[in-house]
């Protein structure tokens, strides 16, 4: 197993199916343009392949697709039939919603139960300024499908000031009565907001500002979460949960152990590394050749975590998957 002097190891793998997007989020890209599929996207077959050589080199122990768009991809069906062979402990999913309602069958098919949305206001006119893109209808209604058919759903939002702290509670209230658990996501110095200093203090809503604005109408206590969770926890008794995800305000590299797999075949070991390493290539050679040297990468891509804080990072990250 490869382990770091802090402890670390990797545990979860997010794969990108593809880099492509249908919103364009004010936080992931600046001029509102959509991203489509890099050229160089790998077959959903290879991007398994690379699941399947990954828990045995790295110890992966759980899978979460995402992107880009993973909904979006022309790869989701062949990707999802061959991880679902894997016997992996969890296969979740992180989608904006927007083709939940369509692609349920097949996600619950291939024995997924775990799904994360991305949603950032239920109010219709604010939604479509921060996604630039996408109808809230049908997130809404995807995730109440889902709910319905067994699958435990988080909603991921994103708290700024000017945009949309004024859904904190709407968003939490909401969630509570359809029993989703909401998890606000401090904003990220990613991308064109790692440039762009101004932009990011104006919108960031640290953790002590969101507990505030929660404990207006809610009381609530912090639960235990596991040790390498990325989110804080807490509960609102007799109603149900909520986390925080604060990357600034409480950062979590000392305990990180994700693991980032693009569509185009590179390997990240941290989001606030511009560090890169190439598999693609060794992910069309048999397991006894391509084993050995990507534990090589793996060595290198576990060097990439930052010893204590995020410290900001030029990668988009619908590029690499969130
Ligand atoms: N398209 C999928 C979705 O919308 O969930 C998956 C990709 S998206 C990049 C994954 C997550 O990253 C979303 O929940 C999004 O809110 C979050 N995200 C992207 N850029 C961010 C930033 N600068 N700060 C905080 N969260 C960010």
Redesign the pocket.
């Known amino acids: 197993m490869i382990v770091d002097r802090q402890g670390r190891r990797f545990r979860n793998l997010r794969v990108?199916l593809t880099a492509a997007?249908n919103?364009a989020?004010s936080?992931?890209v600046p001029n509102g343009k959509r991203l489509v599929a890099a050229q160089d996207e790998l077959s959903g077959e290879a991007l398994a392949r690379g699941v399947a050589y990954l828990v045995e080199a790295a110890g992966i122990e759980r899978l979460r697709i995402?992107?880009?768009?993973?909904l979006l991809s022309p790869r989701l069906d062949a990707f999802l039939a061959a991880v679902a062979r894997l016997g992996l402990a969890e296969i979740s999913l992180?989608?904006?919603?927007q083709l939940l309602a369509r692609k349920l069958p097949q996600l619950h098919g291939a024995g997924i139960r775990r799904l994360?949305?991305?949603l950032?206001s239920l109010d219709p006119e604010a939604f479509r300024r921060i996604a630039r893109g996408g109808d809230l209808a049908s997130v809404l209604a995807g995730m109440q499908q889902a709910s319905a058919m067994g699958m435990r759903i988080k909603v991921?939002?994103?708290p700024m000031r000017g945009q949309n702290l004024d859904q904190v509670l709407p968003m939490l209230n909401y969630c509570l009565a359809q029993g989703y658990e909401l998890r606000f996501?401090?904003?990220?110095?990613?991308?064109h907001?790692a440039r762009d200093a101004n932009t990011f203090l104006q919108q960031f809503v640290g953790l002590d500002t969101l507990l505030d604005a929660i404990g207006a109408e809610h009381a609530f206590e912090q639960v235990d979460a596991p040790v390498d969770a990325t989110a804080l926890r807490y509960r609102i008794p007799g109603k149900g949960h909520f986390g925080v995800i604060a990357?600034e305000s409480v950062p979590f590299c000392r305990t990180c152990s994700r693991l980032r797999l693009s569509s185009t075949g590179w390997l990240h070991g941290c989001l606030s590394s511009s560090n890169r390493h190439y598999v693609g290539d060794l992910l069309e050679k048999p397991r006894h050749q391509a084993l050995p040297a990507l534990q090589r990468l793996l060595v290198k891509a576990l060097a990439d975590k930052q010893e204590l804080a995020f410290s900001g990072g030029v990668t988009v990250?619908?590029v690499i998957?969130?």
Do not use: A
């Not at 996501?185 to 991308?191: A, C, Q, T, V």
């Open positions: 990108s997007c919103y989020c936080y992931c995402t992107g880009g768009e993973p992180t989608t904006n919603g994360n949305v991305s950032d991921n939002m994103v996501i401090e904003l990220m110095r990613m991308g907001l990357n990250m619908k998957g969130g």
